[in-house]
Structures are given as C-alpha cells and as structure tokens.
C-alpha cells in the first residue's frame, strides 16, 4: 500500500517562499509520475503542478507557472515544490499524489491521480 508523507508548509508573508516535500514509500516511486494538488477554504481541490516519472516534463497550473518549481530525487522517493513569490491567495492546503497509471510517457494528466497524502498547510499573509 502506498504512503505519502507531505511536509514543510507553515505561515509565511507575501512574496516569502516555501519548500514543500513528499516521502513515498510501499510503490516503485520512480515509475509514477507526481503531482501537487491544493484546497482553498471553501473550495474544490485543484490541480497545482506535475512532474512526469523521469522529470523530463513538468506541468503547471497559468497561476503558479513561473514562481512554482516541482521536481523530483528518484533516490530519495520524494517530490518537492519550490514555492517563490507567494501570495494570499496560494492559502491552501497543499497535496501530493501519485499518478493512477505506471511509467505514463509524456505529460502527466492532470485528473488521473490518486493515492493521496493527508495534506500541510501553508498559509499567506498579506
């Protein structure tokens, strides 16, 4: 069965940075492709960012492109995300899951992930 394990959210000021984290264990990390999903209070989860199970592609949701960084160490089984510029509105509670298919080619596909971690918060003031 597979864990996630995310870490490093907290309370940061606007335009602060943040270094997510998500451990893996029980699946062959490096055959799944990730993904940072978030919920805002009162609001549906949303797809974040995706990074493909070699890292050679990497997707991002128009409002965090250019100040989220997702990436991966197959070695460690864990994903990251870099988070830079931060706003009120980045509010959330930040998920990682795994892709639902093993070793996809190309772009991971923004509705086809599952086995969900249990969530960190990271919360922006302004």
């Known amino acids: 069965q597979v864990q996630l394990v995310e870490s490093g959210g907290g309370l940061v000021q606007a335009g602060g940075s943040l270094r997510l984290s998500c451990a893996t264990s029980?699946?062959?990390?490096?055959?799944?492709?990730m993904g940072w999903f978030r919920q805002a209070p009162g609001k549906e989860r949303e797809f974040g960012s995706g990074?493909?199970?070699?890292?050679?592609?990497?997707d991002y949701i128009d409002s965090v492109n250019g100040r989220f960084t997702i990436s991966r160490d197959n070695a460690k089984n864990t994903v990251y995300l870099e988070m830079s510029s931060l706003k009120p509105e980045d509010t959330a509670v930040y998920y990682c899951?795994?892709?639902?298919?093993?070793?996809?080619?190309?772009?991971?596909?923004?509705?086809?992930?599952?086995?969900w971690g249990q969530g960190t918060q990271v919360t922006v003031s302004s």
């Open positions: 899951a795994m892709d639902l298919t093993l070793l996809r080619g190309g772009a991971p596909l923004r509705d086809h992930f599952g086995s």
């Open positions: 029980g699946r062959t990390f490096s055959k799944y492709a």
């Open positions: 990074i493909s199970w070699s890292g050679a592609y990497t």
